[in-house]
């Protein structure tokens, strides 16, 4: 029997009762294309107020190979997590004519507008307008969701798929539910979708299966003794195909690299996390699920399952960042839309003002009490502070942007750059030779010094001998630091910082870089290891290839800047 519940308009039909309308139905799926047209329009709003991070470097320079030529090349190397992402983004450049982190980011941009939209029609269907409200505006305002949304890297896409398959799986159960077959075969695309951006899905999948036999536990009691046989059948072969793996998994799930092991033990990691960032709805989420549950207990307890184990095995897993656990935050959220729509309801009564007043209320001490939100006020209020301006600013990326015109004059003079930051010297100056970095080459196997990095085909170093090696042999070189990795144990480490001082000579430069160099009257001896500096007497030619400029990409601001131009036309100069 169909359950209904009054609402602002007519009557709302809970499909998590009888399954009739799958909640992407396209009559009513115009308030959710509003919601997510407005969530774009904020997060591109903001979308510069966000400085690069690194990891956007990855997609940035190798999409705009995939612009160029279809490779995901990086200098002599290739990045190939994520390839899908780093195709999208290397449209992106294509479509909008250039190559720099403002278009970058606008995949991640419409990627989580739509997944806003998804959680108002879903929470629409299930809950009522005041849930779906509720839900999308906790979900698309909060901190976490602006910060992923201005991020050009995979999470956004990621965190779609998950909330995708899940909405599938959903539909697929539902106990009148058209189109099981397809909605099924959409739950394994997306899963495979986001497994193939993200190792951490099998987590995911594990939380939505358990999700699955506990919303199925009537039909599963109820099933025929053969049918009983044969799903034992497959648990019983998925186990042992899971048996078979778990030490590689383990080892896998365990494993923290060289700069994230300060957390590989922090079993409270994302209890801290959520305290500092969101207390108001962790104190309140207890309450919010059983408000929640009796508005919809198939989707609440999908919301729990998803929420609590996923971060239960995210918190003894050996890398921890919040933005690994992102998509569970959606369910976070969508319960809450539940629990305030279960409020409404019940407190609300007749009319529009009370429910309104009701459900403001709810949102306003959610939100005034997490800082997740305050955050986002923040950048909000500086955008429209800055008017119009705005929007034609480049994402910045700190003393990185006014520091680059010297430190690209001060690369064309040398032979051999070495530098500690290899992404931005790359994007900012130019093409580099050597890369000093103790918590890159720990990820390297084996991670012994002149050992190249996938990524970018360049040589690791991470000890005073081996740099002394190189500048022992090389007629002339300049070192470039910035002030964030110079003496950082994770990047160039102390020892190796005052072997610099005391061998090479400064070089006056920005406040926020060390500048080294070093000059021979001849070469003294073989390089082995970097390029062709190896041939006694000569004037060692870089190892940097000169490259092609990038063809489709149209230079504007930030776009198919110095990575291609700096000191590849310049090599080997004296």
């Not at 095995?313 to 279960?342: D, Q």
């Not at 990095?453 to 040589?459: A, I």
Request: proline content about 7%; overall charge positive; glycine content about 8%.
């Amino acid at each position: 029997m169909a359950t209904t519940s009054e609402h602002l308009g007519p009557p709302v039909v809970l499909p998590s009762q009888d399954g009739r309308r799958a909640f992407m139905a396209l009559p009513g799926a115009a308030p959710a294309l509003a919601a997510g047209l407005l969530a774009c329009l904020v997060y591109g709003l903001t979308i510069q107020t966000r400085p690069a991070h690194i990891d956007e470097f990855y997609h940035l320079l190798a999409g705009r190979s995939w612009a160029a030529d279809g490779s995901f090349a990086i200098l002599d190397g290739r990045y190939e997590r994520a390839r899908l992402f780093t195709a999208i983004v290397g449209g992106s450049f294509d479509l909008f004519g250039r190559s720099d982190l403002w278009v970058a980011r606008i995949p991640s941009l419409l990627f989580s507008g739509i997944s806003v939209g998804l959680v108002f029609q879903w929470l629409r269907q299930s809950g009522g307008i005041w849930s779906a409200m509720a839900g999308a505006a906790l979900f698309g305002l909060a901190g976490y969701t602006l910060d992923i949304a201005h991020f050009a890297r995979f999470y956004a896409l990621h965190a779609l798929m998950i909330l995708a398959a899940a909405g599938s799986l959903f539909l697929a159960t539902r106990p009148a539910g058209r189109f099981r077959p397809g909605w099924l075969a959409a739950t394994a695309l997306c899963l495979a979708i986001a497994a193939h951006l993200q190792p951490v899905t099998a987590i995911a999948a594990l939380a939505l299966g358990c999700w699955l036999l506990f919303d199925q536990r009537a039909t599963i009691a109820a099933m025929r003794p053969l049918h009983l046989i044969v799903l034992g059948a497959i648990a019983l072969a998925c186990a042992t195909i899971a048996l078979s793996q778990a030490g590689p998994a383990l080892e896998s799930y365990r494993h923290a690299e060289r700069w994230a092991t300060g957390s590989q033990d922090d079993a409270f990691y994302y209890l801290r996390e959520f305290r500092a960032q969101m207390p108001a709805m962790l104190l309140l989420w207890p309450v919010a699920l059983a408000a929640a549950w009796r508005r919809n207990p198939s989707l609440a307890s999908l919301c729990a399952i998803m929420v609590m184990l996923c971060l239960a095995l995210h918190s003894f897993a050996g890398m921890k960042a919040w933005r690994y656990s992102y998509y569970v935050f959606p369910f976070i959220c969508m319960a809450y839309g539940l629990a305030i729509g279960a409020l409404v309801e019940r407190f609300g009564g007749g009319g529009t003002m009370r429910p309104a007043l009701l459900a403001g209320a709810a949102m306003l001490l959610l939100m005034g009490g997490d800082v997740a939100y305050r955050h986002s006020a923040r950048l909000m209020a500086s955008t429209l502070a800055q008017g119009p301006a705005a929007l034609a600013a480049p994402v910045p990326d700190g003393e990185w942007d006014r520091a680059a015109p010297e430190l690209r004059r001060i690369a064309q003079g040398s032979s051999l750059l070495v530098t500690g930051d290899d992404l931005r010297t790359l994007a900012h100056i130019g093409p580099f030779d050597l890369f000093i970095s103790h918590s890159r080459l720990g990820e390297l196997k084996p991670p012994t010094d002149f050992n190249s990095d996938f990524r970018t085909g360049r040589p690791l170093i991470d000890s005073r001998a081996a740099l002394s090696e190189v500048i022992d042999c090389t007629d002339n070189g300049v070192v470039i630091v910035s002030d964030y990795q110079w003496r950082n144990p994770m990047g160039v480490r102390p020892e190796i910082a005052r072997e610099i001082e005391r061998r090479l000579t400064p070089v006056p430069t920005h406040s926020s870089f060390h500048v080294y160099s070093w000059r021979h009257p001849t070469v003294r001896r073989a390089c082995p290891h970097v390029g062709k500096q190896a041939l006694p007497g000569t004037k060692g030619a870089s190892v940097v290839r000169p490259l092609p400029p990038r063809g489709r990409c149209v230079p504007s601001g930030q776009s198919c800047p110095p990575a291609f131009f700096g000191i590849a036309a310049t090599a080997g100069a004296a």
